[in-house]
């Protein structure tokens, strides 16, 4: 770990990339988390990068990425850009020696995830991957009843999601999350990639896994429609299916064990249910106003040397297999 980082009484982030995501889910945490400091911004629209440092109070901002990852007064890099441009940004924040948050996925295939590890582990650099479910309290909650065996052995866990064609996909316009070029598995890469990060948090490793997509609507070239099965190194198998073009909206998942299950949304707000031999419990756990604010201070902690952060380099490679193998490579 970089001492002058760990020891520093504020760690001063810049954020290449401030795009929609940074806005209120997760660049504001980066302000509202003890021992951290947004300093710089970097955008390559000059003019909307000055803007959004205005507005969130950020002293720099930058239109060159180059500038900002080695201004002497930036500890720490986020790196919150479209998936295919990781990997490039990425080797210079780790040629710089700085610790890295990366927007997930953490590249749009696993060898360029891959790329991405090593260049951080070889210099024992620290690396999280924006995977911030593992950190939010509703599935801490959820790891919890499965830890103290609320549903005993587990067996189980399935996994549908669908939504309707947007406007914008009905469109023709560009989008970048339904181009293959940048991700295969359009919203799959986008969405799905959250929940099977969260799984294997919650149950281990996914060991074994196979699947099949489609394109079945033709509005863009990424696929539309996937399913997939697999198996957790614990022997838990798994099923899931995601499709984009659907007339409602659902997002269902179900981990059934020997003596109950558990259900639970991964993007909506709703209760979370244990059902069980004592009856049903329902749990309603908001999320925070900056939904990747635990995930941030998770990440002060593990700088820190408190506590090893829930989603790292590590964990982000294997999601990144997984995600491959599902979509054939």
């Not at 970097?42 to 003019?47: H, L, Q, S, T, V």
């Not at 969405?191 to 074994?208: M, P, Q, R, T, V």
């Not at 756990?285 to 900056?290: A, D, G, R, S």
Request: charged share 20%; glycine share 8%; net charge negative.
């Amino acid at each position: 770990m970089d001492a002058t980082v760990a020891t520093s009484p504020n760690v001063r982030w810049g954020i290449i990339g401030c795009g929609n995501v940074t806005e209120v889910k997760s660049g504001p945490a980066y302000q509202k988390v003890v021992g951290f400091e947004l300093k710089a911004v970097m955008r390559r629209d000059a003019e909307k990068c000055a803007d959004y440092a205005k507005r969130h109070g950020v002293h720099k901002h930058y239109s060159n990425a180059d500038e900002l990852i080695n201004d002497p007064e930036i500890d720490a890099i986020y790196i919150a850009t479209p998936p295919d441009s990781h990997l490039y940004y990425a080797l210079k924040v780790a040629a710089a020696g700085k610790p890295c948050c990366i927007e997930k996925p953490m590249a749009p295939t696993y060898e360029e995830s891959l790329f991405i590890y090593n260049a951080f582990s070889e210099q024992n650099i620290p690396l999280f991957i924006a995977y911030y479910r593992r950190s939010l309290p509703r599935f801490e909650q959820i790891k919890k009843w499965i830890d103290e065996n609320e549903i005993g052995t587990v067996r189980h866990i399935s996994w549908h999601l669908s939504k309707s064609a947007s406007p914008l996909d009905q469109s023709g316009e560009y989008n970048w999350r339904t181009d293959a070029i940048v991700a295969k598995g359009g919203y799959f890469d986008d969405l799905a990639s959250h929940g099977i990060d969260l799984f294997e948090y919650l149950l281990g490793n996914i060991e074994k896994v196979t699947g099949f997509n489609t394109n079945q609507q033709g509005l863009y070239t990424s696929k539309d429609a996937i399913v997939a099965s697999w198996i957790h190194e614990s022997g838990i198998t798994g099923i899931g299916s995601w499709n984009f073009g659907c007339a409602t909206r659902e997002d269902i998942v179900q981990i059934r064990g020997s003596k109950g299950k558990i259900e639970f949304a991964i993007f909506e707000e709703e209760p979370i249910i244990l059902t069980n031999e004592k009856g049903k419990t329902e749990q309603f756990i908001n999320h925070p106003e900056n939904v990747q604010f635990y995930h941030v201070q998770n990440m002060r902690e593990h700088l820190l040397g408190n506590a090893i952060h829930p989603s790292t380099g590590k964990s982000g490679l294997h999601t990144s297999w997984v995600l491959e193998q599902i979509l054939g490579g």
